[in-house]
Protein backbone atom coordinates (compact mmCIF):
# COMPACT_ATOMS: atom_id res chain seq x y z
CA UNK A 1 0.00 0.00 0.00
CA UNK A 2 1.05 3.30 -0.63
CA UNK A 3 -0.10 7.10 -0.53
CA UNK A 4 -1.65 6.45 -3.51
CA UNK A 5 -3.81 3.58 -2.34
CA UNK A 6 -3.58 -0.27 -3.47
CA UNK A 7 -5.36 -2.76 -6.02
CA UNK A 8 -6.72 -5.63 -3.88
CA UNK A 9 -6.43 -7.96 -7.28
CA UNK A 10 -2.67 -7.14 -7.49
CA UNK A 11 -2.23 -7.67 -3.71
CA UNK A 12 -4.23 -11.13 -3.61
CA UNK A 13 -2.28 -12.10 -7.03
CA UNK A 14 1.25 -11.48 -5.51
CA UNK A 15 1.17 -11.64 -1.39
CA UNK A 16 1.74 -7.76 -1.21
CA UNK A 17 3.09 -7.62 2.71
CA UNK A 18 2.74 -10.33 5.44
CA UNK A 19 -0.24 -10.25 7.73
CA UNK A 20 1.71 -11.74 10.74
CA UNK A 21 2.04 -9.12 12.03
CA UNK A 22 -1.76 -8.14 11.90
CA UNK A 23 -4.08 -10.92 11.89
CA UNK A 24 -2.63 -14.48 13.56
CA UNK A 25 -2.61 -16.75 10.63
CA UNK A 26 -4.58 -19.34 12.98
CA UNK A 27 -6.99 -17.08 14.50
CA UNK A 28 -10.92 -17.13 14.37
CA UNK A 29 -12.50 -16.09 11.14
CA UNK A 30 -13.92 -13.60 13.27
CA UNK A 31 -11.10 -11.60 15.01
CA UNK A 32 -11.79 -8.33 15.74
CA UNK A 33 -8.97 -5.64 14.89
CA UNK A 34 -10.58 -2.52 16.81
CA UNK A 35 -7.75 -1.04 18.82
CA UNK A 36 -8.91 1.15 22.20
CA UNK A 37 -7.72 4.30 21.49
CA UNK A 38 -10.19 3.95 18.05
CA UNK A 39 -14.05 4.77 18.22
CA UNK A 40 -14.60 5.26 14.79
CA UNK A 41 -17.60 3.52 12.91
CA UNK A 42 -17.49 -0.26 13.12
CA UNK A 43 -16.92 -2.53 9.94
CA UNK A 44 -17.38 -5.38 8.73
CA UNK A 45 -15.16 -7.26 5.77
CA UNK A 46 -16.86 -9.99 4.33
CA UNK A 47 -14.73 -11.68 2.21
CA UNK A 48 -12.72 -15.29 1.98
CA UNK A 49 -9.59 -14.00 1.00
CA UNK A 50 -7.71 -13.67 3.71
CA UNK A 51 -4.64 -11.62 1.84
CA UNK A 52 -7.42 -9.11 1.37
CA UNK A 53 -9.15 -8.44 4.25
CA UNK A 54 -6.05 -7.97 5.93
CA UNK A 55 -4.88 -4.99 3.32
CA UNK A 56 -8.40 -3.38 3.77
CA UNK A 57 -8.47 -3.89 7.31
CA UNK A 58 -4.65 -2.30 7.31
CA UNK A 59 -6.30 0.46 5.08
CA UNK A 60 -9.27 0.98 7.28
CA UNK A 61 -8.23 1.25 10.57
CA UNK A 62 -5.30 3.64 9.20
CA UNK A 63 -8.39 6.18 8.60
CA UNK A 64 -10.02 5.72 11.64
CA UNK A 65 -12.25 2.53 11.61
CA UNK A 66 -12.46 -0.09 13.69
CA UNK A 67 -12.54 -3.45 11.76
CA UNK A 68 -13.97 -6.93 12.50
CA UNK A 69 -13.53 -9.88 9.85
CA UNK A 70 -15.40 -12.79 8.18
CA UNK A 71 -14.61 -15.30 5.85
CA UNK A 72 -18.11 -16.21 5.30
CA UNK A 73 -21.96 -15.85 6.46
CA UNK A 74 -21.67 -18.22 9.03
CA UNK A 75 -18.41 -16.39 11.01
CA UNK A 76 -20.19 -12.91 9.68
CA UNK A 77 -23.16 -13.68 11.87
CA UNK A 78 -21.52 -14.45 14.94
CA UNK A 79 -19.61 -11.02 14.63
CA UNK A 80 -22.80 -9.58 14.33
CA UNK A 81 -24.10 -11.73 17.26
CA UNK A 82 -21.47 -10.45 19.11
CA UNK A 83 -21.27 -6.27 18.60
CA UNK A 84 -22.80 -3.34 16.93
CA UNK A 85 -21.73 -3.41 13.20
CA UNK A 86 -22.28 0.39 11.02
CA UNK A 87 -21.43 -0.96 7.62
CA UNK A 88 -20.47 -4.19 6.30
CA UNK A 89 -18.57 -4.70 3.47
CA UNK A 90 -19.48 -7.84 1.49
CA UNK A 91 -17.65 -10.12 -1.19
CA UNK A 92 -20.04 -11.19 -3.67
CA UNK A 93 -18.53 -14.67 -4.47
CA UNK A 94 -18.10 -16.29 -1.19
CA UNK A 95 -17.61 -20.18 -0.66
CA UNK A 96 -21.03 -21.67 0.76
CA UNK A 97 -23.60 -19.17 0.94
CA UNK A 98 -22.74 -16.36 -1.52
CA UNK A 99 -22.84 -12.62 -1.12
CA UNK A 100 -26.15 -12.11 -2.89
CA UNK A 101 -28.02 -14.63 -0.69
CA UNK A 102 -26.59 -13.11 2.09
CA UNK A 103 -27.56 -9.23 1.50
CA UNK A 104 -30.83 -10.74 0.87
CA UNK A 105 -30.78 -12.04 4.22
CA UNK A 106 -29.62 -9.29 5.85
CA UNK A 107 -31.90 -6.78 3.92
CA UNK A 108 -34.61 -8.80 5.57
CA UNK A 109 -33.32 -8.73 9.01
CA UNK A 110 -31.99 -5.14 9.52
CA UNK A 111 -30.62 -1.96 7.99
CA UNK A 112 -27.23 -2.03 8.20
CA UNK A 113 -25.89 -0.38 5.15
CA UNK A 114 -24.03 -2.84 3.04
CA UNK A 115 -21.35 -2.20 0.40
CA UNK A 116 -21.16 -5.37 -2.03
CA UNK A 117 -17.79 -6.02 -3.59
CA UNK A 118 -17.18 -8.06 -6.85
CA UNK A 119 -14.16 -9.44 -8.80
CA UNK A 120 -16.68 -9.50 -12.17
CA UNK A 121 -17.74 -5.74 -12.19
CA UNK A 122 -20.46 -6.56 -15.01
CA UNK A 123 -23.46 -4.30 -14.62
CA UNK A 124 -25.79 -7.27 -13.86
CA UNK A 125 -24.04 -8.26 -11.17
CA UNK A 126 -23.98 -4.72 -9.85
CA UNK A 127 -27.73 -4.19 -10.70
CA UNK A 128 -29.06 -7.80 -8.35
CA UNK A 129 -26.89 -6.62 -6.17
CA UNK A 130 -28.75 -3.36 -5.56
CA UNK A 131 -32.31 -4.55 -6.50
CA UNK A 132 -31.62 -6.97 -3.32
CA UNK A 133 -30.84 -4.45 -0.68
CA UNK A 134 -27.20 -3.17 -1.25
CA UNK A 135 -26.74 0.32 -0.67
CA UNK A 136 -23.53 0.60 -3.12
CA UNK A 137 -20.94 -1.45 -5.11
CA UNK A 138 -16.97 -1.25 -5.39
CA UNK A 139 -15.71 -4.10 -8.32
CA UNK A 140 -12.57 -5.09 -7.67
CA UNK A 141 -9.73 -3.92 -8.03
CA UNK A 142 -10.43 -1.12 -6.31
CA UNK A 143 -8.05 1.58 -4.65
CA UNK A 144 -7.98 2.58 -0.94
CA UNK A 145 -9.29 6.43 -1.25
CA UNK A 146 -11.96 5.44 -3.47
CA UNK A 147 -13.28 2.67 -0.74
CA UNK A 148 -12.87 5.01 1.86
CA UNK A 149 -14.90 7.67 -0.10
CA UNK A 150 -17.57 5.41 -0.60
CA UNK A 151 -17.67 4.04 3.08
CA UNK A 152 -18.10 7.32 4.42
CA UNK A 153 -20.57 8.43 1.61
CA UNK A 154 -22.90 5.43 2.95
CA UNK A 155 -22.53 6.28 6.37
CA UNK A 156 -23.34 9.87 6.16
CA UNK A 157 -26.65 9.01 3.87
CA UNK A 158 -27.07 6.50 6.45
CA UNK A 159 -27.01 9.39 9.46
CA UNK A 160 -28.03 12.47 7.23
CA UNK A 161 -31.33 12.71 8.42
CA UNK A 162 -30.32 12.51 11.77
CA UNK A 163 -28.36 15.88 11.25
CA UNK A 164 -30.69 17.57 9.13
CA UNK A 165 -32.41 20.66 11.12
CA UNK A 166 -35.50 19.93 10.03
CA UNK A 167 -35.86 16.97 11.76
CA UNK A 168 -37.35 17.96 14.39
CA UNK A 169 -40.20 19.25 12.97
CA UNK A 170 -41.03 16.26 10.69
CA UNK A 171 -43.97 14.07 11.83
CA UNK A 172 -43.23 11.25 13.82
CA UNK A 173 -45.73 9.41 11.17
CA UNK A 174 -47.17 9.23 7.69
CA UNK A 175 -49.72 7.35 6.38
CA UNK A 176 -50.46 5.96 2.84
CA UNK A 177 -52.45 3.68 1.22
CA UNK A 178 -51.98 0.52 3.24
CA UNK A 179 -48.61 1.62 4.81
CA UNK A 180 -47.80 3.55 7.99
CA UNK A 181 -44.11 4.89 8.08
CA UNK A 182 -42.62 5.31 11.61
CA UNK A 183 -39.46 8.42 11.18
CA UNK A 184 -38.63 8.06 14.50
CA UNK A 185 -37.71 4.42 14.40
CA UNK A 186 -36.89 4.51 10.52
CA UNK A 187 -39.75 1.37 9.94
CA UNK A 188 -42.22 1.10 7.35
CA UNK A 189 -44.79 -0.96 8.82
CA UNK A 190 -47.92 -2.68 6.70
CA UNK A 191 -51.78 -2.69 7.43
CA UNK A 192 -50.94 -6.27 9.84
CA UNK A 193 -48.42 -4.77 11.90
CA UNK A 194 -45.26 -6.29 10.48
CA UNK A 195 -42.00 -3.99 10.31
CA UNK A 196 -40.72 -4.31 6.49
CA UNK A 197 -37.22 -3.95 6.46
CA UNK A 198 -36.01 -0.86 4.17
CA UNK A 199 -32.51 -0.10 3.42
CA UNK A 200 -31.06 3.04 3.93
CA UNK A 201 -31.21 4.19 -0.02
CA UNK A 202 -34.60 2.72 0.05
CA UNK A 203 -35.42 4.65 3.43
CA UNK A 204 -34.71 8.00 1.64
CA UNK A 205 -36.07 7.77 -1.17
CA UNK A 206 -39.40 7.10 0.46
CA UNK A 207 -39.18 9.70 2.86
CA UNK A 208 -38.60 11.85 -0.32
CA UNK A 209 -41.13 10.73 -2.36
CA UNK A 210 -43.95 10.90 0.88
CA UNK A 211 -43.00 14.36 1.69
CA UNK A 212 -43.76 15.37 -2.00
CA UNK A 213 -46.76 13.25 -2.93
CA UNK A 214 -49.11 13.53 -6.44
CA UNK A 215 -46.15 15.57 -7.54
CA UNK A 216 -43.72 14.32 -10.47
CA UNK A 217 -40.17 14.45 -9.18
CA UNK A 218 -37.20 13.61 -12.20
CA UNK A 219 -34.66 10.94 -11.28
CA UNK A 220 -32.33 13.72 -10.44
CA UNK A 221 -34.42 15.54 -8.06
CA UNK A 222 -35.06 12.42 -6.24
CA UNK A 223 -31.22 11.88 -6.64
CA UNK A 224 -30.57 14.97 -5.04
CA UNK A 225 -33.38 14.31 -2.29
CA UNK A 226 -32.23 10.87 -1.01
CA UNK A 227 -28.82 10.90 -1.45
CA UNK A 228 -27.80 14.60 -1.08
CA UNK A 229 -23.93 15.14 -0.75
CA UNK A 230 -23.04 11.57 -1.78
CA UNK A 231 -24.87 11.90 -5.17
CA UNK A 232 -23.00 11.41 -8.38
CA UNK A 233 -24.82 13.12 -11.48
CA UNK A 234 -23.79 9.89 -13.56
CA UNK A 235 -25.46 7.92 -10.62
CA UNK A 236 -28.60 5.35 -12.06
CA UNK A 237 -29.22 3.82 -8.82
CA UNK A 238 -32.90 5.75 -8.46
CA UNK A 239 -34.54 3.34 -10.92
CA UNK A 240 -33.16 0.61 -8.69
CA UNK A 241 -34.38 1.78 -5.52
CA UNK A 242 -37.78 2.27 -6.90
CA UNK A 243 -38.11 -1.42 -8.68
CA UNK A 244 -36.92 -2.53 -4.70
CA UNK A 245 -39.63 -0.19 -2.97
CA UNK A 246 -42.44 -1.02 -5.62
CA UNK A 247 -42.05 -4.68 -5.00
CA UNK A 248 -42.27 -3.74 -1.13
CA UNK A 249 -45.06 -1.52 -1.53
CA UNK A 250 -47.27 -2.33 -4.67
CA UNK A 251 -49.59 -5.66 -4.51
CA UNK A 252 -48.39 -6.18 -8.51
CA UNK A 253 -44.79 -4.72 -8.50
CA UNK A 254 -45.21 -5.28 -12.48
CA UNK A 255 -49.01 -2.76 -12.26
CA UNK A 256 -47.43 -0.18 -9.44
CA UNK A 257 -50.02 2.28 -8.25
CA UNK A 258 -48.16 3.79 -6.07
CA UNK A 259 -44.83 4.93 -7.16
CA UNK A 260 -46.29 5.33 -11.06
CA UNK A 261 -43.55 6.37 -13.91
CA UNK A 262 -44.12 9.43 -15.84
CA UNK A 263 -42.66 8.75 -19.45
CA UNK A 264 -39.70 11.56 -19.89
CA UNK A 265 -40.44 12.92 -16.29
CA UNK A 266 -39.54 10.78 -13.41
CA UNK A 267 -41.82 9.84 -10.87
CA UNK A 268 -45.15 10.62 -9.30
CA UNK A 269 -46.05 9.14 -5.50
CA UNK A 270 -49.86 8.91 -6.24
CA UNK A 271 -51.66 8.51 -2.54
CA UNK A 272 -52.53 10.44 -0.47
CA UNK A 273 -50.42 11.35 2.27
CA UNK A 274 -51.52 12.06 6.38
CA UNK A 275 -49.55 12.77 8.99
CA UNK A 276 -49.44 12.00 12.75
Known amino acids: MTEKGFSVTEYANHGACDTRSHFPRNGPEGFV ?10 ILIVDDHRE ?7 ALTKEGFRVSVAADGRAMRKVLANGRIDLILLDLML ?7 LCRTLRAESNIPIIMLTAKGEEVDRVIGLEIGADDYLPKPFGSRELVARIRAVLRRAQDNLARPDIDRRPKRYRFDRWRLDTGARELLGEDGVTVALSTGEYDLLIALVERPQRVLSRDQLLDLARGRAAN ?3 RSIDTQVSRLRKKLELDPSDPKIIKTVWGGGYIFTPEVSQE
Do not use: C, F, T, W
Not at 95 to 101: A, H, K, N, Q, Y
Open 52 to 58: IRDLVSR
Open 33 to 42: YSPAMLGGPH
Open 233 to 235: PLD
Open 95 to 101: PGEDGLS
